[in-house]
């Protein structure tokens, strides 16, 4: 029973000291800021506690920062980095090692194919424009209007030829022929 | 994409690259003659055949043979009419000898055996002493695509293969050609 009350009355100590580090901090909200004040005034020792804690809050307070090293600051700063350089390579280890692993390779491959689908279409059109803007002067013209009109003419004559070799060949037959 | 569609194309990379790069040099023949139409005689053959370069080369194609139709369009728009449906004029022409003239024939049946094999029809076959004349035609439903004709002549001594790619009919052809007086293939030969 003694036992059970120490330790109700520790946990009721414990519970007010939080309280007490609260209200000075202005942490608390309006009613049990208003509460603790209750406390104060009707139990010295809460008082006595929050006297000794504002003591302690000013003491601290009053204490110089201390100021890092350079070497310090300069090794603690290096750390920092290498380690964060260590955790993004492990990290990516992980990736290509991992569970994604089955994935990068078929990607990169995608992306291969890509970029030589892409320099193919994209170099055709420049070759065609290269093409396109060679310059044909107009003696070339006309001199291969020439050349389709000797080759047409050529073509033309030939079936002209053609047709009276034929007739030629028939002509005797056909003259052997019954008249009606 | 999924990852076994990604899957699949790492497998297949190899065959999906050089399934592109077979892609490339269709895409360059387009440039030139979409790709050899079906009335396109590749002449590189019998030029190896001959074993002897050509004394007389045309080769009208592409944006040649619209600067062509266009500066004939005012003079003969029924001309210009016709190399605007045309895609290609060749023309090979051969010095010959009498002596030649057997190697020749034998020539003219391995071309024939070609032409026939690739879908074309044999219009003209001509025989006669000295001369032969053998003309084919690549046709579809309504128009010819492609014209091919070789003229052996021992008298002139000379071998010309001529190839017109494109849409024509042949009566066009030998009336728009009637209009024009053509040279001996020597003099031809000659200018070049």
Excluded at chain 1, 33 to 43: C, F
Excluded at chain 2, 6 to 14: E, M, N, P, Q
Excluded at chain 2, 135 to 141: F, G, M, P, S, T
Aim: proline residues 4%; negative net charge; contains cysteine.
């Amino acid at each position: 029973m003694n036992k059970s009350y120490e330790h109700d009355s520790e946990g009721m100590d414990a519970w007010v000291n939080e309280r007490l580090e609260a209200y000075l901090d202005n942490q608390l909200p309006p009613e049990e800021a208003q509460q603790v004040e209750q406390w104060l005034d009707g139990d010295n020792r809460w008082h006595e506690e929050l006297t000794l804690a504002m003591h302690i809050r000013d003491e601290l307070r009053s204490f110089r920062s201390p100021v890092c090293p350079p070497h310090v600051a300069h090794t603690v700063l290096k750390n920092a980095r290498r380690d964060t350089w260590l955790s993004f390579t492990s990290r990516l280890n992980h990736f290509f090692s991992g569970g994604w692993a089955i994935y990068w390779k078929p990607i990169l491959a995608t992306m291969t194919l890509l970029v030589i689908a892409s320099m193919l279409l994209f170099r055709v059109p420049l070759h065609h424009n290269t093409q396109a803007s060679e310059e044909v002067t107009q003696l070339e013209i006309d001199q291969a209007l020439d050349e389709v009109k000797w080759t047409l003419g050529y073509v033309s004559k030939t079936g002209r030829l053609t047709g009276a070799s034929v007739e030629d060949a028939l002509a005797p037959l056909l003259k052997d022929l019954p008249k009606e | 994409m999924s990852i076994g569609m990604l899957r699949y194309i790492t497998r297949s990379r190899l065959a999906f690259i050089l399934f592109l790069i077979s892609l490339y040099p269709i895409r360059l023949g387009a440039q030139s003659l979409q790709g050899d139409p079906s009335g396109y005689v590749d002449f590189s053959e019998f030029e190896e055949r001959f074993g002897t370069e050509a004394s007389l080369e045309v080769d009208i194609r592409g944006q040649m043979l619209q600067l062509v139709a266009e500066a004939s369009r005012e003079e003969d728009p029924e001309l210009a009419e016709l190399l605007d449906r045309l895609e290609a004029i060749q023309v090979r022409g051969f010095p010959m000898l009498r002596s030649q003239f057997r190697r020749m024939e034998s020539h003219s049946r391995a071309l024939a055996d070609q032409l026939e094999n690739e879908g074309w029809n044999t219009v003209v076959k001509l025989r006669d002493y000295g001369q032969y004349v053998d003309v084919y035609a690549k046709e579809n439903e309504s128009s010819i695509e492609g014209l091919m004709m070789m003229v052996v002549d021992t008298e002139l001594g000379e071998t010309v293969l001529i190839n017109i790619v494109g849409s024509m009919q042949a009566e066009e052809l030998g009336r728009i050609g009637n209009r024009f007086n053509i040279a001996p293939l020597e003099e031809v030969m000659g200018d070049q």
